[in-house]
């Protein structure tokens, strides 16, 4: 554990739940690994004192926040500034509190994430669900210049909006929307599959797929962001038909890995990192 002293620096989380977060878990071990004085603790706060948690950190001189469920939109209000991503997405997860600035960084993780295996530059991307994570995601891909965006979900009319909006940011042309159940036909063309719905999430372990083995193609790249379990029914079809996966603990990585170098101006270390998530999702 860190050796907290009088000059040690606050960073955190904000959330309800908060609990079961993994977090504080990746933060502090990059922090320890490179003796660095800073902290990383997760705070509960309910909606009705997220003001005061707000104000109160800034008091406080607490460094930095990564929020989370239900505060991401909420906060915003409260906030001096916005980077121009998370201000087109509509949602906070990381807040430097040098100038009160809210970030978005979970979309860059996810892209940051299947950029360990390819660039996306150019590609065409089935994105599946249009919830907040897929709208974090797809303003992302938009600036990424991908070939191409076709947000798939249940509720067509969710993707229809969603898909307007990033159409609407100018950042890309090419973007199209339809229904879920049509994912077979639009597979075929695809490179890039991104999963952001919860279907196979812990303790639905068992879900019926979004897709399945015979949908896929061998260079079809398939990214849940689901990470627990860390191999997902989807995971487990794409496997079965040779394509090429992405763990869901990556976006995860890669989110807290941007907030960390918004706090700190640091690049931490990725393995550090990484490894501390894995162990606390086998004990968590
Ligand atoms: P998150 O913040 O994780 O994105 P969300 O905003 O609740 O969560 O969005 C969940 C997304 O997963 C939605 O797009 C939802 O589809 P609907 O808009 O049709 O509700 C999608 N989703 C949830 N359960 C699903 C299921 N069983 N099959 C397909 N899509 C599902």
């Known amino acids: 554990m860190n050796n907290i002293k009088g000059s040690t620096n606050v960073v955190g989380l904000i959330g309800d739940p908060v609990e079961h977060s993994l977090s504080p878990s ?141 159409k609407n940011s100018k950042l890309i042309g090419n973007i199209s929307y339809g229904n879920i159940d049509n994912i077979e036909k639009y597979l075929k063309d695809a490179d890039i599959l991104i999963d952001t719905t919860p279907v196979g999430m812990n303790p639905h372990n068992n879900d019926k797929p979004i897709a399945t083995a015979q949908m896929f193609h061998e260079d079809l790249i398939v990214n849940d962001i689901v990470y627990n379990p860390n191999e997902t029914v989807l995971l487990k079809e794409a496997i079965k038909a040779n394509a090429k996966v992405i763990y869901g603990i990556k976006m995860l990585l890669y989110q807290g890995i941007e907030s960390f170098k918004i706090w700190t101006g640091i690049e931490p270390p990725i393995d550090i990192m990484e490894n501390a998530l894995k162990e606390n999702l086998n004990t968590n």
Do not use: Q, W
Not at 80 to 100: Q, R
Not at 118 to 123: A, N, P, Q
């Open 26 to 166: 990746m933060h502090n071990a990059a922090f320890e690994s490179l003796n660095m004085d800073y902290i990383y603790v997760p705070f509960n706060v309910k909606d009705i004192n997220l003001n005061s948690a707000i104000n109160g950190a800034s008091s406080l001189n607490i460094k930095g926040f990564n929020v989370t469920i239900p505060h991401k939109i909420n906060v915003i209000k409260y906030l001096k500034e916005l980077d121009p991503i998370a201000e087109l997405i509509g949602a906070v997860n990381t807040i430097d509190f040098k100038n009160l600035k809210g970030y978005n960084t979970d979309g860059l993780g996810c892209i940051r994430a299947i950029e360990e295996v390819t660039s996306i530059k150019d590609k065409k991307v089935i994105l599946a669900g249009a919830g907040g994570s897929s709208r974090a995601i797809a303003f992302y891909l938009a600036k990424s210049n991908v070939e191409s965006l076709n947000i798939l979900n249940r509720n067509e009319t969710k993707a229809k909006n969603l898909a307007l909006d990033v």
